[in-house]
């Protein structure tokens, strides 16, 4: 059922699995070498940084949510035609992120430029400069509302509200990631965040892609990850 993630699987599933994923290849020692790291800027607990990972990684593809991607799928989440794209669906992902209340900026910075990257291209601020989406990308509140409720039925309440914004809303967002991200030298620990997302999101769903023109590229990506999680389990 709607919100789909790709061919065949929905929303809820991808989200369901990534943070699956996670849990099997990332240990606790993990997460207590990322509250080490991170001591330069303040004392998170590895448990705190542990269920922050797992909120983004459940998030991590809310912005494929936006309407005009649903339409791609039926209710049963089978593709309408032979290939789907959701072209810079990152950007809702993050959009989403920046719209809702945080407590803590730095927490929030990092979580941004995590879903701003997680398709694994590590892509730069320059990239952030120069994306132009469309505003049917920002249409979230429908299918992002039913994902949020659906989250929490599993689980993962996130405290975040679902609603549909616009290239003003995404305008803002930009202005102030590049001021912040320009400003601290600690912007970079965002990759400690990232990297689990990263992982989990290529473990999970490696069939579905398939028909995902943005996802074909990756596959000698994905077959090496999973290579070396089986060398490895």
Known sequence: ??????????????????????????????????SNRLRLVNKYSAEFLSSQVALLAALHDIGKAAEKDQLQFDDACKPIKDYTSFRLHEIGSALFLFMNEWED??????SILSLLNHLNAMRDISYFRLARPDKDMLLLKKYGTIFLEELERNGIKTGFKADNYDLGDFQ????????????????????????????????????????????RPRARFIRSLLQVVNDES
């Open 172 to 215: 803002k967002m930009r202005e102030w990631v590049i001021a912040a991200a320009s400003k601290r030298v600690t912007s970079k620990f965002y990759l400690l965040f990232l990297t689990p997302v990263i992982v989990g999101d290529n473990l999970d769903s490696y069939e579905q892609r398939q028909q995902d023109k943005e996802s």
């Open 105 to 110: 900026d730095y927490i929030k910075l990092w």
């Open 1 to 34: 059922m709607k919100p789909c993630a790709f061919a065949n699987q929905t929303l809820l599933a991808h989200a369901l699995g990534t943070v699956s994923q996670i849990n099997k290849v990332f240990s606790e020692q993990y997460f207590e070498v990322m």
